[in-house]
Protein backbone atom coordinates (compact mmCIF):
# COMPACT_ATOMS: atom_id res chain seq x y z
CA UNK A 1 0.00 0.00 0.00
CA UNK A 2 3.06 2.17 0.61
CA UNK A 3 2.78 6.33 0.92
CA UNK A 4 4.42 8.67 3.44
CA UNK A 5 4.00 9.04 7.42
CA UNK A 6 0.69 10.99 7.87
CA UNK A 7 1.02 13.19 10.83
CA UNK A 8 -1.37 12.71 13.55
CA UNK A 9 -5.38 13.52 13.18
CA UNK A 10 -6.89 15.36 16.32
CA UNK A 11 -10.85 15.77 16.74
CA UNK A 12 -12.23 17.18 19.68
CA UNK A 13 -15.80 18.31 19.65
CA UNK A 14 -18.01 19.01 22.38
CA UNK A 15 -21.65 18.44 21.35
CA UNK A 16 -22.86 15.43 22.42
CA UNK A 17 -26.43 13.16 22.33
CA UNK A 18 -26.35 12.29 26.05
CA UNK A 19 -25.98 13.24 29.42
CA UNK A 20 -24.37 11.66 32.55
CA UNK A 21 -25.86 12.93 35.93
CA UNK A 22 -27.17 15.99 33.63
CA UNK A 23 -23.60 17.18 33.06
CA UNK A 24 -22.55 17.66 29.51
CA UNK A 25 -20.15 15.15 28.16
CA UNK A 26 -17.46 15.21 26.27
CA UNK A 27 -15.19 12.84 23.84
CA UNK A 28 -12.07 12.71 22.59
CA UNK A 29 -10.93 10.72 19.34
CA UNK A 30 -7.05 10.65 18.12
CA UNK A 31 -6.01 9.01 14.90
CA UNK A 32 -2.57 8.54 13.97
CA UNK A 33 -3.16 6.91 11.03
CA UNK A 34 0.48 4.44 9.93
CA UNK A 35 0.08 5.77 6.10
CA UNK A 36 -1.84 8.12 4.28
CA UNK A 37 -3.82 5.29 1.70
CA UNK A 38 -4.86 2.44 4.34
CA UNK A 39 -7.45 2.53 7.40
CA UNK A 40 -4.28 1.15 9.45
CA UNK A 41 -3.54 3.35 12.83
CA UNK A 42 -3.60 3.79 16.26
CA UNK A 43 -7.71 4.89 17.46
CA UNK A 44 -7.30 6.67 20.93
CA UNK A 45 -10.32 7.55 22.48
CA UNK A 46 -11.05 9.22 25.91
CA UNK A 47 -14.58 8.62 27.29
CA UNK A 48 -14.87 9.45 30.79
CA UNK A 49 -17.43 7.00 33.01
CA UNK A 50 -17.80 4.75 29.67
CA UNK A 51 -16.46 0.65 29.35
CA UNK A 52 -17.06 0.42 25.88
CA UNK A 53 -16.95 2.49 22.60
CA UNK A 54 -17.63 1.46 18.76
CA UNK A 55 -15.98 2.73 15.80
CA UNK A 56 -18.21 3.52 12.17
CA UNK A 57 -17.02 5.34 9.08
CA UNK A 58 -19.10 8.03 8.39
CA UNK A 59 -19.68 11.51 6.70
CA UNK A 60 -20.97 14.66 8.04
CA UNK A 61 -24.38 13.63 8.53
CA UNK A 62 -23.65 10.34 10.57
CA UNK A 63 -22.89 6.79 10.74
CA UNK A 64 -22.23 5.06 6.74
CA UNK A 65 -25.71 3.27 6.97
CA UNK A 66 -24.50 0.89 4.65
CA UNK A 67 -21.31 -0.14 6.84
CA UNK A 68 -20.30 -2.36 9.80
CA UNK A 69 -18.20 -1.23 12.78
CA UNK A 70 -14.90 -1.36 11.99
CA UNK A 71 -13.89 -1.44 15.59
CA UNK A 72 -14.92 -2.05 19.34
CA UNK A 73 -12.81 -0.42 21.86
CA UNK A 74 -12.45 -1.76 25.69
CA UNK A 75 -12.28 1.82 27.69
CA UNK A 76 -10.67 2.02 31.32
CA UNK A 77 -9.74 4.46 33.67
CA UNK A 78 -11.68 6.86 30.43
CA UNK A 79 -9.35 6.06 27.77
CA UNK A 80 -9.22 3.13 24.98
CA UNK A 81 -7.48 2.62 22.26
CA UNK A 82 -7.82 0.33 19.00
CA UNK A 83 -4.53 -0.59 16.83
CA UNK A 84 -6.52 -0.98 13.80
CA UNK A 85 -4.50 -2.94 11.19
CA UNK A 86 -4.94 -5.55 8.40
CA UNK A 87 -4.08 -3.40 4.79
CA UNK A 88 -8.27 -1.83 4.86
CA UNK A 89 -9.05 1.18 3.90
CA UNK A 90 -11.63 3.72 4.91
CA UNK A 91 -14.37 3.84 1.97
CA UNK A 92 -14.34 6.53 -0.13
CA UNK A 93 -17.79 8.17 0.86
CA UNK A 94 -16.24 8.50 4.61
CA UNK A 95 -14.93 12.02 5.49
CA UNK A 96 -15.72 11.06 9.25
CA UNK A 97 -14.87 8.57 11.84
CA UNK A 98 -17.97 7.92 13.89
CA UNK A 99 -18.00 6.87 17.98
CA UNK A 100 -20.68 5.34 20.27
CA UNK A 101 -19.32 5.37 24.15
CA UNK A 102 -21.19 3.37 26.39
CA UNK A 103 -21.82 1.27 29.33
CA UNK A 104 -22.08 -2.44 28.85
CA UNK A 105 -24.77 -2.34 32.06
CA UNK A 106 -26.72 0.80 31.03
CA UNK A 107 -28.57 2.56 28.50
CA UNK A 108 -26.93 5.80 28.30
CA UNK A 109 -24.48 6.50 25.88
CA UNK A 110 -22.51 9.27 24.37
CA UNK A 111 -21.83 9.61 20.37
CA UNK A 112 -20.07 11.93 18.50
CA UNK A 113 -18.62 12.90 14.92
CA UNK A 114 -14.95 13.20 14.14
CA UNK A 115 -13.73 14.39 11.02
CA UNK A 116 -10.67 12.44 8.80
CA UNK A 117 -8.52 15.35 8.15
CA UNK A 118 -6.21 13.79 5.59
CA UNK A 119 -6.05 13.42 1.55
CA UNK A 120 -7.62 10.41 -0.14
CA UNK A 121 -4.98 10.36 -3.16
CA UNK A 122 -6.57 7.70 -5.09
CA UNK A 123 -6.74 6.57 -8.38
CA UNK A 124 -9.08 3.82 -9.85
CA UNK A 125 -9.41 4.62 -14.04
CA UNK A 126 -11.31 2.25 -16.03
CA UNK A 127 -13.71 -0.76 -14.46
CA UNK A 128 -12.34 -4.10 -15.87
CA UNK A 129 -13.83 -6.81 -14.67
CA UNK A 130 -16.40 -7.07 -11.63
CA UNK A 131 -16.52 -10.35 -9.69
CA UNK A 132 -18.93 -11.50 -7.87
CA UNK A 133 -17.00 -14.26 -4.99
CA UNK A 134 -19.12 -17.14 -3.24
CA UNK A 135 -17.42 -20.24 -1.54
CA UNK A 136 -18.20 -22.56 1.36
CA UNK A 137 -21.87 -22.97 0.70
CA UNK A 138 -22.47 -26.07 2.11
CA UNK A 139 -26.15 -26.43 0.46
CA UNK A 140 -27.87 -29.56 1.67
CA UNK A 141 -31.63 -29.71 1.79
CA UNK A 142 -32.51 -25.99 2.35
CA UNK A 143 -31.48 -23.67 -0.08
CA UNK A 144 -32.81 -20.21 1.38
CA UNK A 145 -29.26 -19.01 2.92
CA UNK A 146 -27.70 -20.19 -0.59
CA UNK A 147 -30.37 -17.84 -2.87
CA UNK A 148 -30.10 -14.90 -0.83
CA UNK A 149 -26.20 -15.59 -0.87
CA UNK A 150 -26.58 -15.52 -4.67
CA UNK A 151 -28.92 -12.62 -4.88
CA UNK A 152 -26.14 -10.42 -3.32
CA UNK A 153 -24.08 -11.48 -6.18
CA UNK A 154 -26.32 -10.93 -9.25
CA UNK A 155 -25.16 -7.73 -10.56
CA UNK A 156 -21.38 -8.66 -10.85
CA UNK A 157 -19.48 -9.34 -14.56
CA UNK A 158 -19.45 -13.32 -13.46
CA UNK A 159 -19.60 -15.57 -10.59
CA UNK A 160 -16.86 -17.29 -8.73
CA UNK A 161 -17.65 -20.40 -6.80
CA UNK A 162 -14.53 -21.39 -4.79
CA UNK A 163 -15.36 -24.75 -3.63
CA UNK A 164 -17.77 -26.61 -1.05
CA UNK A 165 -21.01 -25.63 -2.86
CA UNK A 166 -22.53 -29.01 -1.75
CA UNK A 167 -22.00 -30.08 2.11
CA UNK A 168 -22.10 -34.14 0.98
CA UNK A 169 -21.02 -34.31 -2.66
CA UNK A 170 -24.47 -35.81 -3.64
CA UNK A 171 -26.16 -35.49 -7.45
CA UNK A 172 -29.20 -34.36 -5.11
CA UNK A 173 -27.03 -31.61 -3.96
CA UNK A 174 -25.60 -30.41 -7.17
CA UNK A 175 -28.98 -30.62 -8.60
CA UNK A 176 -30.25 -28.38 -6.12
CA UNK A 177 -27.43 -25.60 -6.63
CA UNK A 178 -27.59 -26.05 -10.27
CA UNK A 179 -31.54 -25.12 -10.02
CA UNK A 180 -30.45 -22.27 -7.38
CA UNK A 181 -28.08 -20.65 -10.26
CA UNK A 182 -30.32 -20.80 -13.13
CA UNK A 183 -33.52 -19.30 -10.55
CA UNK A 184 -30.94 -16.27 -9.39
CA UNK A 185 -28.26 -15.63 -11.39
CA UNK A 186 -29.27 -16.61 -15.12
CA UNK A 187 -27.25 -15.61 -17.46
CA UNK A 188 -24.34 -14.91 -15.40
CA UNK A 189 -21.18 -16.69 -16.36
CA UNK A 190 -20.11 -18.97 -13.91
CA UNK A 191 -16.81 -20.42 -12.68
CA UNK A 192 -16.01 -23.16 -10.24
CA UNK A 193 -13.53 -25.36 -8.59
CA UNK A 194 -14.22 -28.20 -6.36
CA UNK A 195 -13.72 -28.23 -2.50
CA UNK A 196 -13.14 -31.15 0.32
CA UNK A 197 -16.64 -31.21 0.73
CA UNK A 198 -17.95 -31.08 -3.06
CA UNK A 199 -15.68 -34.62 -3.22
CA UNK A 200 -17.22 -36.61 -0.09
CA UNK A 201 -19.00 -38.94 -2.30
CA UNK A 202 -18.03 -39.53 -5.59
CA UNK A 203 -15.33 -37.52 -8.07
CA UNK A 204 -17.90 -37.90 -11.10
CA UNK A 205 -20.70 -35.91 -9.46
CA UNK A 206 -18.74 -33.06 -9.05
CA UNK A 207 -17.35 -33.28 -12.70
CA UNK A 208 -20.87 -33.86 -13.81
CA UNK A 209 -21.86 -30.68 -12.42
CA UNK A 210 -18.77 -28.23 -13.54
CA UNK A 211 -19.52 -29.39 -17.10
CA UNK A 212 -22.97 -28.57 -17.09
CA UNK A 213 -22.65 -25.20 -15.33
CA UNK A 214 -19.45 -23.89 -15.77
CA UNK A 215 -18.39 -21.48 -18.22
CA UNK A 216 -14.46 -23.32 -18.75
CA UNK A 217 -13.38 -23.25 -21.94
CA UNK A 218 -10.99 -25.78 -21.77
CA UNK A 219 -9.82 -28.17 -18.76
CA UNK A 220 -6.11 -29.88 -18.62
CA UNK A 221 -4.69 -32.08 -15.49
CA UNK A 222 -7.60 -30.83 -13.15
CA UNK A 223 -6.95 -27.47 -14.44
CA UNK A 224 -9.50 -24.99 -15.54
CA UNK A 225 -8.90 -21.71 -17.78
CA UNK A 226 -10.78 -18.91 -19.78
CA UNK A 227 -9.63 -15.68 -20.89
CA UNK A 228 -12.89 -13.44 -19.31
CA UNK A 229 -12.87 -9.50 -20.26
CA UNK A 230 -9.20 -10.10 -21.50
CA UNK A 231 -8.57 -11.50 -17.88
CA UNK A 232 -7.11 -14.77 -17.34
CA UNK A 233 -9.44 -17.52 -15.28
CA UNK A 234 -7.69 -20.47 -13.85
CA UNK A 235 -9.71 -22.91 -11.65
CA UNK A 236 -7.69 -25.22 -9.81
CA UNK A 237 -9.36 -28.59 -9.09
CA UNK A 238 -8.06 -31.35 -6.53
CA UNK A 239 -8.85 -34.48 -8.37
CA UNK A 240 -9.41 -37.59 -5.74
CA UNK A 241 -11.88 -38.18 -2.79
CA UNK A 242 -11.55 -36.60 0.33
CA UNK A 243 -9.48 -38.69 2.68
CA UNK A 244 -7.54 -36.80 4.86
CA UNK A 245 -6.68 -32.86 6.00
CA UNK A 246 -5.11 -32.15 2.60
CA UNK A 247 -6.14 -31.38 -0.02
CA UNK A 248 -4.44 -33.15 -3.37
CA UNK A 249 -2.58 -31.49 -6.60
CA UNK A 250 -0.39 -33.20 -8.40
CA UNK A 251 3.49 -32.25 -10.31
CA UNK A 252 1.69 -32.64 -13.22
CA UNK A 253 -1.19 -29.66 -12.34
CA UNK A 254 1.59 -27.59 -11.07
CA UNK A 255 3.80 -27.89 -14.48
CA UNK A 256 0.85 -26.62 -16.72
CA UNK A 257 -0.52 -23.67 -14.33
CA UNK A 258 3.07 -22.34 -14.60
CA UNK A 259 2.97 -22.58 -18.34
CA UNK A 260 -0.87 -20.70 -17.87
CA UNK A 261 0.32 -18.23 -15.18
CA UNK A 262 3.65 -17.37 -18.08
CA UNK A 263 1.40 -16.27 -21.05
CA UNK A 264 0.73 -12.68 -21.76
CA UNK A 265 2.87 -11.38 -18.45
CA UNK A 266 1.83 -7.87 -17.94
CA UNK A 267 -2.04 -8.92 -17.79
CA UNK A 268 -4.15 -10.52 -14.64
CA UNK A 269 -4.87 -13.54 -13.81
CA UNK A 270 -7.19 -14.44 -11.53
CA UNK A 271 -6.26 -18.48 -9.99
CA UNK A 272 -9.41 -20.13 -8.23
CA UNK A 273 -8.51 -22.57 -5.41
CA UNK A 274 -10.23 -23.89 -2.27
CA UNK A 275 -7.45 -23.79 0.05
CA UNK A 276 -5.40 -21.13 0.97
CA UNK A 277 -1.38 -21.00 0.69
CA UNK A 278 -0.04 -21.05 3.98
CA UNK A 279 2.03 -18.40 3.43
CA UNK A 280 -0.87 -15.87 2.39
CA UNK A 281 -3.44 -17.07 4.74
CA UNK A 282 -4.76 -15.64 7.87
CA UNK A 283 -3.56 -16.49 11.32
CA UNK A 284 -5.61 -19.13 12.76
CA UNK A 285 -5.31 -18.84 16.63
CA UNK A 286 -2.40 -17.74 16.38
CA UNK A 287 -0.84 -20.14 14.17
CA UNK A 288 -0.45 -21.07 10.36
CA UNK A 289 -2.17 -23.94 8.78
CA UNK A 290 -1.62 -25.98 6.20
CA UNK A 291 -4.41 -27.24 3.55
CA UNK A 292 -2.83 -27.97 0.37
CA UNK A 293 -0.40 -30.57 -0.77
CA UNK A 294 2.75 -29.57 -2.59
CA UNK A 295 1.43 -25.84 -0.62
CA UNK A 296 5.57 -24.78 -0.96
CA UNK A 297 5.65 -25.72 -4.59
CA UNK A 298 2.73 -23.93 -5.50
CA UNK A 299 3.52 -20.74 -3.26
CA UNK A 300 6.89 -20.35 -5.74
CA UNK A 301 5.21 -20.91 -9.18
CA UNK A 302 2.90 -17.92 -7.61
CA UNK A 303 6.19 -15.90 -6.96
CA UNK A 304 7.51 -16.53 -10.25
CA UNK A 305 4.52 -14.38 -12.11
CA UNK A 306 3.20 -11.01 -11.44
CA UNK A 307 -0.64 -9.78 -11.70
CA UNK A 308 -1.78 -12.86 -10.11
CA UNK A 309 -4.82 -13.05 -7.81
CA UNK A 310 -5.22 -16.21 -5.57
CA UNK A 311 -8.85 -16.68 -4.43
CA UNK A 312 -9.11 -19.25 -1.35
CA UNK A 313 -11.83 -20.58 0.67
CA UNK A 314 -12.24 -23.65 3.13
CA UNK A 315 -11.27 -21.64 6.41
CA UNK A 316 -14.76 -20.26 7.21
CA UNK A 317 -12.70 -17.07 8.58
CA UNK A 318 -14.53 -14.31 9.31
CA UNK A 319 -13.44 -10.75 7.34
CA UNK A 320 -13.47 -9.14 10.72
CA UNK A 321 -10.03 -11.20 11.88
CA UNK A 322 -7.67 -8.76 13.53
CA UNK A 323 -5.14 -10.05 10.77
CA UNK A 324 -7.38 -9.18 8.13
CA UNK A 325 -7.90 -11.54 5.27
CA UNK A 326 -6.53 -10.02 2.09
CA UNK A 327 -2.63 -9.77 1.82
CA UNK A 328 -0.88 -7.67 -1.39
CA UNK A 329 2.83 -8.81 -2.70
CA UNK A 330 3.66 -5.05 -3.79
CA UNK A 331 6.78 -6.33 -5.61
CA UNK A 332 5.07 -8.53 -7.64
CA UNK A 333 1.42 -6.85 -7.61
CA UNK A 334 0.12 -10.49 -6.17
CA UNK A 335 -2.95 -10.44 -4.48
CA UNK A 336 -4.62 -12.98 -1.89
CA UNK A 337 -8.28 -13.05 -0.84
CA UNK A 338 -9.35 -15.78 1.91
CA UNK A 339 -13.05 -15.22 1.03
CA UNK A 340 -14.39 -16.47 4.14
CA UNK A 341 -17.81 -18.61 3.74
CA UNK A 342 -21.38 -17.64 3.33
CA UNK A 343 -22.54 -19.72 6.32
CA UNK A 344 -21.29 -18.10 10.15
CA UNK A 345 -17.58 -17.54 9.77
CA UNK A 346 -14.63 -18.31 12.64
CA UNK A 347 -13.61 -15.17 15.12
CA UNK A 348 -11.64 -17.39 17.38
CA UNK A 349 -10.07 -16.00 20.69
CA UNK A 350 -10.88 -12.34 19.10
CA UNK A 351 -14.76 -12.99 19.64
CA UNK A 352 -14.78 -11.15 23.02
CA UNK A 353 -15.03 -7.62 21.53
CA UNK A 354 -17.64 -8.20 18.77
CA UNK A 355 -20.87 -8.39 18.46
CA UNK A 356 -22.69 -11.43 16.34
CA UNK A 357 -22.64 -9.97 13.14
CA UNK A 358 -18.94 -10.02 13.04
CA UNK A 359 -19.53 -13.25 12.45
CA UNK A 360 -22.00 -13.58 9.82
CA UNK A 361 -21.35 -15.20 6.51
CA UNK A 362 -20.26 -13.08 3.44
CA UNK A 363 -19.62 -12.59 -0.17
CA UNK A 364 -16.66 -10.97 -2.03
CA UNK A 365 -16.62 -8.38 -4.92
CA UNK A 366 -13.69 -7.89 -6.30
CA UNK A 367 -13.15 -5.24 -9.26
CA UNK A 368 -10.11 -4.87 -11.34
CA UNK A 369 -9.20 -1.42 -12.51
CA UNK A 370 -6.64 0.11 -14.50
CA UNK A 371 -5.06 1.53 -11.97
CA UNK A 372 -6.63 0.05 -8.66
CA UNK A 373 -7.59 -3.53 -7.11
CA UNK A 374 -10.78 -3.39 -4.73
CA UNK A 375 -12.25 -5.89 -2.63
CA UNK A 376 -15.22 -5.34 -0.83
CA UNK A 377 -17.38 -7.88 1.34
CA UNK A 378 -20.76 -7.76 2.70
CA UNK A 379 -23.10 -9.86 4.93
CA UNK A 380 -25.39 -12.51 4.15
CA UNK A 381 -28.33 -11.41 5.61
CA UNK A 382 -28.39 -7.42 6.54
CA UNK A 383 -26.35 -6.97 3.10
CA UNK A 384 -24.44 -4.11 4.80
CA UNK A 385 -20.91 -4.10 3.56
CA UNK A 386 -18.08 -5.07 6.21
CA UNK A 387 -15.71 -2.07 7.24
CA UNK A 388 -12.70 -4.89 7.62
CA UNK A 389 -13.45 -6.58 4.70
CA UNK A 390 -12.45 -3.46 2.37
CA UNK A 391 -9.38 -3.27 0.75
CA UNK A 392 -8.59 -0.69 -1.90
CA UNK A 393 -5.16 -0.98 -3.68
CA UNK A 394 -3.12 1.56 -5.91
CA UNK A 395 -0.54 -0.04 -8.01
Known sequence: MGGSFNP?????????????????????????FKDNYSADGVYTIRADDYDTAALYWADRNGALPEWTAFGYVKIEAGLGSLDFGGGRSVPFEATHVFVK??????????????????????????????????????????????????RAAADADCILLLGDMTNDGT???????????????????????NGNHDLMTAVDEY???????????????????????????IGVNAGALWARDIM??????????????????????IVLCHTPLSRNMPVRNGHLSKYLSRDKQLQEIIDAHEHVI??????????????GVVSFDSSRNNL???????????????????????????????????????????????????SRGYYFINL
Not at 207 to 229: G, P
Not at 248 to 269: A, H, N
Request: proline content about 4%; some cysteine.
Open 8 to 32: PTVAHRELMKCAIDSEEAYMNLEIK
Open 101 to 150: AFRTSAPDCVEELFPIEREHGMECGQSLLRCGILTDLHLTRKAGTVKWAL
Open 171 to 193: NEEFRLFEDCLNETVPGIPVYCV
Open 207 to 233: ADFQKRIACWKSETKNICHVAFNGIDM
Open 248 to 269: RITPEQLEYLDSLLGQDRDDWK
Open 310 to 323: FLSGHTHLSPNLDS
Open 336 to 386: YVNCGSIRPTELGKEAALALPAWKEGNVVELRIMEKALEVRMRTIHTRKWI
